[in-house]
T-cell receptor
Framework: DQQVKQNSPSLSVQEGRISILNCDYT??????FLWYKKYPAEGPTFLIS?????DKNEDGRFTVFLNKSAKHLSLHIVPSQPGDSAVYFC???????????FGRGTSLIVHP | DTGVSQDPRHKITKRGQNVTFRCDPI?????LYWYRQTLGQGPEFLTY????????KSRLLSDRFSAERPKGSFSTLEIQRTEQGDSAMYLC?????????FGPGTRLTVL
């Protein structure tokens, strides 16, 4: 049973438009959430995170929104660039455990 | 380069052989993690160390899997009597906060 779900295996977006990647979780004990980006033949790279005490965190073109009541988070990338094309993983953890649970990832393709 | 390194990057072995992978974390990080990743899946947590102490190993996939971090620096992951189902990418990560830094992984192919 997947505790972290990324229900869209892929997403295609035009350069300059907004990319929205979604993630749902089932474990109400999760209180810290992270997004990682992965290029082929490389390990995942940390992108942005959010604690459950917040509902939004922003870093440049990347914003993560957290809806605790819906157990849903989303990553917004605006404007999208071709270099953003990668697989994006959502991860969640119980604070203090230091052990994240990852979703299956969403492959983002940004077309020039 | 001061990132996480893994060796080898690729390993091809025959079923029944033992394999060992090495991970060198970022030097100031006290936590080190091992994950397995198969096609179409996210990283699956296997085990982690805080310094030299292995704090969680119940999710190692079977008793054929073992990991060590003898001096709290580099770590090794050993798989004994490999099976074809062990074919996967094995990722190492290190951290000193909630944010983990991943190595490039070791791709294992069991024939």
């Amino acid at each position: 049973d997947q505790q972290v779900k990324q229900n869209s295996p892929s997403l295609s977006v035009q350069e300059g438009r907004i990319s929205i990647l979604n993630c749902d979780y089932t474990n109400s004990m999760f209180d810290y959430f992270l997004w990682y980006k992965k290029y082929p033949a490389e390990g995942p790279t940390f992108l942005i995170s959010i604690s459950s005490i917040k509902d939004k965190n922003e870093d440049g073109r990347f914003t993560v929104f957290l809806n605790k009541s819906a157990k849903h988070l989303s990553l917004h990338i605006v404007p999208s660039q071709p270099g953003d094309s990668a697989v994006y993983f959502c991860a969640a953890m119980v604070g203090g455990s230091y052990i994240p649970t990852f979703g299956r990832g969403t492959s983002l393709i940004v077309h020039p | 380069d001061t990132g996480v390194s893994q060796d080898p990057r690729h390993k091809i072995t025959k079923r029944g052989q033992n394999v060992t992978f090495r991970c060198d974390p970022i030097s100031e990080h006290n936590r080190l993690y091992w994950y397995r990743q198969t096609l179409g899946q996210g990283p699956e947590f296997l085990t982690y160390f805080q310094n030299e102490a292995q704090l969680e190993k119940s999710r190692l996939l079977s008793d054929r899997f073992s990991a060590e971090r003898p001096k709290g620096s580099f770590s090794t992951l050993e798989i004994q009597r490999t099976e074809q189902g062990d074919s996967a990418m094995y990722l190492c990560a290190s951290s000193s906060t909630n944010q983990q830094f991943f190595g490039p992984g070791t791709r294992l192919t069991v024939l």
